[in-house]
């Protein structure tokens, strides 16, 4: 799915589901970069994001994974 990530001075570091009408944010991350791992948002959420540049630039639209029940972690 893509999702926009950005900075926020409110939430810090927040996504935007333009399907879903949807902002939530960040509140756990795999990696202190954030690129190719996982994110968990506001609501549960477990999401996959593309491997990226280390100062990768925000906001940014990328295409995300969303995981299963099964496979959180």
């Known amino acids: 799915m893509k999702i926009m990530i950005r900075r926020s001075p409110e939430t810090g ?3 935007y589901v ?6 939530e944010p ?4 795999e990696h202190e970069t954030l690129w190719g791992g996982w994110i968990r ?3 549960g959420w477990v999401l996959d994001l593309p ?8 906001p ?8 299963g029940e099964a496979e959180e972690g």
């Open 13 to 15: 570091l927040c996504i």
């Open 18 to 23: 333009p399907k879903k009408d949807l902002e």
């Open 26 to 29: 960040i509140v756990e991350f």
């Open 41 to 43: 948002i506001a609501n």
């Open 51 to 58: 491997e990226m540049a280390v100062g990768t630039t925000l």
């Open 60 to 67: 940014i639209t990328v295409n995300a994974r969303k995981r």
